[in-house]
């Protein structure tokens, strides 16, 4: 399974072709508008998500709701494309002079973006590497976790931190599942909510942004995922890669991850423990349901952590690139906060690696075969 994404922040649309999808999977639209609906939300959010509206238009792949195991081509239609069809249209008629932006912002990739391809308008360069374009990643995300739900895996999140403000408590798996999807930060700790609010309030203020951290979560899955044989093939591996490519995200950490570098082995490997009804599980999940690059059957527990976004009401100093005469950063909108949105384009990074992983050790043309055989595996497991 792979998938290719292309669009601008503000070209026509966003569209992405995905390749592998077994046939007679469900796919729902409105569970797809549902997860961009989710990305959109979150407060904090800029001026962009009261334009835009992402519903997705499912192109080819899918038939009378089903996959048909042919290449599933999704587009998102920009709605502000309107005010910028002149600026970004692709004909020679292209208006390249309006919006043109020659001011790095610090912290983005603006400047280095251009100096790689020799481009004098940085525009060229923030219209791709703007996270407008993990819209289409919800989109393969949602079908990703489609799959995942036939096979009875279930794929959440939750902030953790947004600037100074953490959770301070430990939260059951229970409430993460119902406290988080409803609270504007993505929280399900009442307390740390008011604070991340107020945090996000005194940054708007200041015209300033903030970063934070959040928590993706995979339950019921098997035993056995992923590969301790070859480097490339370790899911860890894998599912820190997918999260690092998304905008702005500089660390991941899986279980007790940093912590356990300070503590003795003692306090870090958790025991294992047998039963005949489970069968073979650990007491504790400090590895955060990975060892060796496959996965325990514990829940995976993964962590991100983002930076604040290089966009400022009141920008940072920079060096205009072409007059080379200092300058502050240019000013597009954008938002405050985008650690709540981050967490969906989160869960979807980590479910399409799921997903991969599934049809890589079962394999199957079709939902009916994977489903079998994954359930036929369970029961291996539980009686070795």
Same mark, same amino acid.
């Given at each position: =399974?792979?998938?290719?994404?292309?669009?601008?922040?503000?070209?026509?649309?966003?569209?992405?072709?995905?390749?592998?999808?077994? +046939?007679?999977?469900?796919?729902?639209?409105?569970?797809?508008?549902?997860?961009?609906?989710?990305?959109?939300?979150?407060?904090?959010?800029?001026?962009? =998500?009261?334009?835009?509206?992402?519903?997705?238009?499912?192109?080819?792949?899918?038939?009378?709701?089903?996959?048909?195991?042919?290449?599933?081509?999704?587009?998102?239609?920009?709605?502000?494309?309107?005010?910028?069809?002149?600026?970004?249209?692709?004909?020679?008629?292209?208006?390249?002079?309006?919006?043109?932006?020659?001011?790095?912002?610090?912290?983005? !990739?603006?400047?280095?973006?251009?100096?790689?391809?020799?481009?004098?308008?940085?525009?060229?360069?923030?219209?791709?590497?703007?996270?407008?374009?993990?819209?289409?990643?919800?989109?393969?995300?949602?079908?990703?976790?489609?799959?995942? !739900? @036939?096979?009875?895996?279930?794929?959440?999140?939750?902030?953790?931190?947004?600037?100074?403000?953490?959770?301070?408590?430990?939260?059951?798996?229970?409430?993460?599942?119902?406290?988080?999807?409803?609270?504007?930060?993505?929280?399900?700790?009442?307390? %740390?909510?008011?604070?991340?609010?107020?945090?996000?309030?005194?940054?708007?203020?200041?015209?300033?942004?903030?970063?934070?951290?959040?928590?993706?979560? +995979?339950?019921?899955?098997?035993?056995?995922?992923?590969?301790?044989?070859?480097?490339?093939?370790?899911?860890?591996?894998?599912?820190?890669?997918?999260?690092?490519?998304?905008?702005?995200?500089?660390?991941?950490?899986?279980?007790?991850?940093?912590?356990?570098?300070?503590?003795?082995?003692?306090?870090?490997?958790?025991?294992?423990?047998?039963?005949?009804?489970?069968?073979?599980?650990?007491?504790?999940?400090?590895?955060?349901?990975?060892?060796?690059?496959?996965?325990?059957? @514990?829940?995976?527990?993964?962590?991100?952590?983002?930076?604040?976004?290089?966009?400022?009401?009141?920008?940072?100093?920079?060096?205009?690139?072409?007059?080379?005469?200092?300058?502050?950063?240019?000013?597009?909108?954008?938002?405050?906060? +985008?650690?709540?949105?981050?967490?969906?384009?989160?869960? !979807?990074?980590?479910?399409?690696?799921? !997903?991969? %992983?599934?049809?890589?050790?079962?394999?199957?043309?079709?939902?009916?075969?994977?489903?079998?055989?994954?359930?036929?595996?369970? %029961?291996?497991?539980?009686?070795?």
């Amino acid at each position: =399974m792979r998938f290719l994404t292309a669009g601008e922040s503000h070209g026509k649309c966003l569209s992405v072709i995905i390749e592998g999808v077994p +046939a007679g999977l469900k796919i729902s639209i409105d569970q797809i508008n549902a997860e961009l609906f989710r990305r959109q939300a979150g407060y904090g959010r800029g001026g962009r =998500m009261k334009i835009e509206k992402d519903t997705v238009e499912i192109l080819s792949g899918v038939r009378a709701g089903f996959s048909l195991g042919s290449p599933i081509t999704l587009a998102i239609y920009n709605k502000d494309w309107e005010n910028w069809k002149a600026i970004m249209s692709p004909e020679l008629t292209a208006d390249v002079n309006s919006r043109k932006m020659t001011r790095p912002r610090p912290g983005h !990739a603006d400047l280095v973006g251009a100096i790689k391809y020799g481009f004098t308008d940085l525009r060229n360069v923030l219209e791709r590497s703007s996270a407008r374009e993990t819209a289409a990643r919800v989109a393969v995300g949602a079908v990703a976790k489609a799959m995942l !739900a @036939e096979l009875k895996v279930e794929v959440f999140s939750h902030v953790l931190r947004i600037g100074r403000q953490e959770v301070k408590r430990e939260l059951t798996l229970p409430q993460i599942k119902e406290k988080a999807p409803s609270s504007p930060v993505y929280c399900a700790d009442s307390e %740390a909510e008011v604070r991340m609010l107020k945090e996000i309030d005194e940054a708007i203020a200041q015209g300033d942004t903030l970063g934070g951290i959040f928590e993706v979560i +995979a339950l019921n899955l098997p035993i056995g995922l992923g590969s301790y044989v070859h480097w490339d093939r370790k899911l860890d591996g894998k599912l820190a890669q997918s999260l690092m490519s998304i905008q702005a995200i500089k660390a991941v950490e899986i279980g007790m991850g940093i912590e356990s570098a300070s503590l003795p082995g003692s306090q870090v490997h958790d025991e294992i423990m047998y039963n005949e009804e489970k069968g073979f599980y650990h007491k504790t999940n400090r590895a955060g349901g990975l060892l060796g690059g496959v996965t325990t059957g @514990e829940p995976l527990r993964i962590k991100a952590a983002m930076k604040p976004i290089p966009t400022l009401m009141k920008p940072l100093n920079s060096v205009d690139f072409i007059t080379k005469i200092p300058a502050q950063g240019s000013i597009e909108r954008s938002d405050v906060c +985008a650690v709540p949105a981050a967490s969906v384009v989160g869960e !979807a990074a980590v479910a399409w690696v799921l !997903a991969q %992983a599934i049809v890589e050790k079962f394999g199957g043309d079709r939902m009916g075969e994977i489903s079998k055989r994954v359930e036929e595996y369970r %029961a291996y497991v539980r009686q070795v």
